[in-house]
């Protein structure tokens, strides 16, 4: 059987997806949580994982602009949590380098989810070098 491959800079998607915790964590309070799942969407031909955060969640009208550079959700005088705003920039930058997307979800209005999908090819194992001799 045929499986799934996304071929990435193993160096480049761990920065990503580093970024899309410390985000979350930013923003997750004590006690809340955070979410990482991957799968696969076959007929899509594309892996997603997506990372959920359980904090106050990101307003529709800033959903775009939270990937600009320095772009600080509420404003530069909020300075809640640490960092300069270029964390999600990054993660875009690296994830469209992959021919990939990434955005937020609408989901509900409470937490984050940023959802990110790279295109996979398909291997076949036959075609792959054998160990026996």
Request: charged share 25%; glycine share 10%; aromatic share 6%.
């Amino acid at each position: 059987a045929e499986s799934l491959v996304a071929s990435v800079d193993g160096q480049a998607f761990q920065q990503a997806l580093t970024n899309l915790l410390d985000n979350a964590l930013k923003h997750t309070p004590s006690g809340g949580e955070v979410v990482v799942s991957l799968d696969h969407a076959p007929e899509d031909r594309l892996f997603r994982m997506t990372v959920t955060d359980s904090g106050p969640g990101i307003p529709a009208s800033e959903r775009e602009r939270v990937f600009e550079p320095f772009h600080r959700l509420g404003g530069e005088l909020r300075r809640d949590n640490p960092g300069i705003g270029i964390g999600l920039s990054i993660v875009q930058y690296l994830v469209e380098a992959h021919k990939g997307r990434v955005w937020v979800d609408a989901g509900t209005s409470s937490g984050a989810t940023f959802v990110v999908e790279l295109p996979v090819g398909l291997k076949d194992p036959a075609a792959e070098p054998s160990l026996d001799p």
